[in-house]
């Protein structure tokens, strides 16, 4: 095609990464399930505000609005893609549905995480108090040992979710290393 034949696809006067640009954000902004009124609140709290019918018109208008740098960077940072790919085809892109999974998929690894955290710290908290009364140690590592039984249907020591400090601690020295 043309560089004359590119700008009119993407209308009067308009390089064709403009409509990539639109089209990416509408999909983005599809696979995470926001409306136009949450990107537009995502936007701001980026610290690149743009209101929800100007969205709109960069998504669906006719003619499409254009989105300026700023605007541009936002977006980048609130989808949290290089400015390569909002100005790629769509179609080099992982469909839709495969992106909807893998962000899923990342903010449950990113709880995941955040929880190991939290389960760490207790775990210390537990360790110093058992340190700090040796009297009670068996009785709280087997209180412990019993309720994540319980939790866990009796899989808690086979379980790949199970942390393997945690279960390190909680044996019993008679138990060696066997788990």
């Known amino acids: ?38 990107l537009a609140e995502r936007m701001t709290e980026a610290g690149h505000p743009v209101n929800q019918s100007a969205i709109w018109r960069i998504e669906s208008g006719k003619p499409r609005r254009r989105v300026n740098l700023d605007e541009a960077l936002g977006f ?13 085809p769509p179609g080099l892109i992982a469909n839709p549905h495969v992106r909807r999974l893998v962000g899923e998929y990342v903010e449950q690894w990113k709880q995941w ?20 009364h040796p009297d009670q140690d068996d009785m709280v590592k087997a209180l412990l040992t019993h309720e994540m039984a319980v939790a866990s249907n009796g899989e808690f020591r086979h379980h790949r979710g199970a942390p393997p400090k945690l279960q390190s601690w909680l044996r019993t020295p008679d138990e060696g290393t066997a788990s």
Do not use: H, N
Not at 9 to 35: F, H, N, T
Not at 114 to 130: F, H, I, N, P
């Open 1 to 38: 095609m043309t560089e004359e034949g590119t700008a009119r696809a993407a209308g009067p006067e308009r390089p064709l990464p403009e409509d990539y640009v639109a089209q990416r954000i509408k999909m983005e902004r599809e696979v995470r399930g926001w409306s136009t009124v949450t």
């Open 76 to 88: 980048c940072k609130v989808f949290d893609i290089a400015l390569d790919e909002l100005t790629a």
């Open 113 to 132: 995480r955040a929880l190991g955290k939290s389960m760490d710290a207790v775990q210390a908290e537990l360790r110093a108090y058992t340190e700090a």
